[in-house]
């Protein structure tokens, strides 16, 4: 009999707490594929004077980031990282993007030759000048393979198990068919692609778009408005990924990791919902809004913007790319977001 596969998942926010529930659910199903016990890592902080772990541990609920998911018994919150992923054969990674070249610093030379990765994360890294996958970090510091799983994935629906689909970007075929049946419900559905560079791809610069949204709802702009936002967005999108990654592919835009979750985003995510509160009441900062409003949680369309912008800068193709240059400016404030509209109005599109 083939020895049973260690899973550990590194993260424990909003996203990485339901996965948790759909991981420890879908090992207890199949115990004789996975030790039954599902390490989880979380950072350490205390929640009204308590170790979060132990909340989590004892009352099986993550009353910070998701307080209405239950958690399966199997799930075993720590936050010794290197303790959970000690002897991993899959490596699970669901924290927001800015903290994982840190954690891969820490898992660097700790993790089994023959593992492997799946990529939950959206978002991009800058090291340098250069622009990069999460993926890639990932791959690059732990020299282990990498997949990724994106999608039109609220985090507060699917803990409700309300029906959505995601994509799974895997080169290799048989990798796929095992992350699939690992995070696979009667509730989240998945397809998987090969294309695991647009899926990531997807993922990561529908967060700007996303802001736009926000913004244009703040400012009152109507659903056609939004409509417009979601295609222009869309575009900037493909074109982006066509001028830097020659190698994407521009059908995988119509997966859910693709115009799924762009439209999920930009209606109900919490980069909308932090930028429209901030369109509409523009004396706010964005930081003390993510603050307040979010409660830990982070937001990841101003971060991914600035990294997007990098480049643009860099190769002297901002005019090409006007919604997404515009919104790095808003978010950094070198604009006022009252000129968001203008942005949409003189598109190169229309000219
Ligand atoms: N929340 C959602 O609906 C969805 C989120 N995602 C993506 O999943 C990723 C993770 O998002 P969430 O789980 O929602 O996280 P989150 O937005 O709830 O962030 C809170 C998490 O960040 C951790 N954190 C804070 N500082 C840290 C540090 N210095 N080092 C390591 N961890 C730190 C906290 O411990 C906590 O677990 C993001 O890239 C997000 O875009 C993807 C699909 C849905
Ligand atoms: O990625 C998400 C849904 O698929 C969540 O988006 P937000 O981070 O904007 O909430």
Known sequence: MAKKKKVSLIGSGNWGTVICKILGNNILCNEHLYEKNLPMFVKK????GIDLCDIINEKKMNKKYMPHCFIPDNVMASSDLLEVTDRADILVFVLPHQYVREICETLKGHV???????????????????LDLISNVIRSQLNIPCSVLM??????????????????????????ILMKKLFQTHYFRIVVVDDELTVELGG????????????????????????????LGL?????????????????TYFESSGLGDLVTTCYAGRNHRVAKEFASNPQQTLENLEMNLLNGQKLQGPLTAAEVACVLKLHNVEGRFPMFSTIHKICSGEMPVSSFMDCLKNHPEHL
Request: hydrophobic share 40%; aromatic share 10%; with cysteine.
């Open 235 to 251: 575009m900037e999108m493909m074109s982006f990924s066509k001028m830097f990654f020659k190698d994407s592919k521009m059908s």
């Open 204 to 231: 990561a610069l529908k967060n700007i778009v996303a802001m736009g949204a926000g913004f244009s709802d703040g400012l009152n702009g109507g659903h056609n408005t939004k409509s417009a936002v979601i295609r």
């Open 45 to 48: 902080e205390l929640y009204n």
């Open 112 to 130: 089994k030759n023959d593992a492997i990765a799946i990529s939950l994360i959206k978002g991009f890294d800058v090291y340098g000048n250069k």
């Open 151 to 176: 999608g039109a994935n609220l985090a507060y629906e699917v803990a409700l198990e309300m029906y959505s689909e995601a994509t799974i970007g895997c080169k290799d075929e048989e990798v796929g």
